[in-house]
């Protein structure tokens, strides 16, 4: 079992940044991948990054990139989304995953262990 434990969200104003930490705990070693999803009210839970755990490769949803870095301290298991220019429709609750295995995916029914999720709001 892993445990994951998002923190860092909050409000901002448009234009301003957050960044987001997510703390793994249990059974964290091995090749892992872990993604950013975010929910938006009467919306589906959408893919915003991921990261692949031992390599650093990154991949991102065209609506963050160049905005948002994907980022983790292997020796603190944490991870981290670092979010600048931030947009009203960037307002979400931000969860992070991991799915063991070192290939990146998109798909969020793929990835084994959720986080709580933390509230971003971006006023304008």
């Known amino acids: 079992q892993v445990q994951l434990v998002e923190s860092g969200g909050g409000l901002v104003q448009a234009g301003g940044s957050l960044r987001l930490s997510c703390v793994a705990s249990g059974r964290t070693f091995g090749s892992t991948v872990m993604g950013w999803f975010r929910q938006a009210p009467g919306k589906e839970r959408e893919f915003v990054a991921t990261?692949?755990?031992?390599?650093?490769?990154?991949s991102y949803a065209d609506s963050v990139k160049g905005r948002f870095t994907i980022s983790r301290d292997n020796a603190r298991n944490t991870g981290y989304l670092q979010m600048n220019s931030l947009k009203p429709e960037d307002t979400a609750v931000y969860y992070c995953?991991?799915?063991?295995?070192?290939?990146?995916?998109?798909?969020?029914?793929?990835?084994?262990?959720w986080g709580q999720g933390t509230q971003v709001t971006v006023s304008s």
């Open positions: 995953a991991v799915k063991k295995g070192s290939v990146r995916t998109t798909e969020k029914n793929l990835y084994s262990y």
């Open positions: 990261i692949s755990w031992n390599s650093g490769i990154t």
